[in-house]
């Protein structure tokens, strides 16, 4: 017999979503699991993952539990900073160029991953909490100077906002970005845009 309530508690506890290795550990075999699914208790999410089905999740913890070493990205962490006015059409994640591309076609949410150097993956990584949920999220220096190296990308408009909003946030470290700045050969793009107002 499953007990729901004890299991829903075991959900919002894992920020609304786990694994079927989880659910395993729980104590549920294959064939509960596929009773929860019938009886819409749970949905599955992707292979291997759940949700329950009245629990609405936060996408940016959906990224987090499915992509554990995905990284909000761009213009994803320019509207966590409120350096941008725009909501990108899906999460923009920085993933391992090397790992396996298929896993990133889910329905839900939708999501843009930028495959980048391993080297680079961990460089300005901050940790959020969402829901009880760690988020890795790159940090506002390391974030601007992927503005800088993504300005073909973005629109002039959003590019701007995100290097004027940085400029006057209090928040900033300077070194930091200098320091990013040098690892990423962007230097000389950081005094052109950023130096003349320090």
Not at 34 to 49: A, C, P, S, V, W
Not at 77 to 93: K, S, V
Not at 153 to 166: H, P, Q, S
């Amino acid at each position: 017999m499953i007990k729901i309530d004890i299991l829903k508690k075991e959900f919002q506890r894992s920020g609304g979503i786990l694994k079927t290795s989880e659910l395993n550990e729980f104590g549920l075999s294959s064939r509960q699991i596929k009773r929860l699914l019938d009886d819409e208790i749970i949905t599955k999410i992707k292979r291997g993952y759940y949700e329950l089905t009245d629990y609405v999740v936060r996408e940016e913890v959906i990224i987090a539990r499915l992509f554990p070493q995905a990284v909000i990205f761009l213009e994803s962490a320019l509207c966590h900073y409120d350096y941008t006015d725009r909501i990108p059409l899906g999460w923009q994640i920085a993933v391992d160029r090397y790992s396996k591309t298929t896993q990133y076609s889910i329905d839900y949410p939708l999501i843009e991953p930028y495959y980048l150097e391993p080297k680079f993956l961990d460089i300005g990584v901050d940790i959020i909490e969402v829901d009880g949920i760690e988020v890795k999220i790159y940090n506002r220096d390391r974030t601007i100077c992927d503005v800088l190296r993504y300005e073909k990308k973005l629109e002039k408009e959003v590019f701007n906002n995100a290097i004027d909003r940085y400029i006057v946030d209090s928040k900033k470290n300077l070194r930091k970005l200098f320091e990013y700045a040098e690892i990423f050969n962007i230097k000389n793009k950081v005094q052109t845009y950023i130096g003349m107002w320090l």
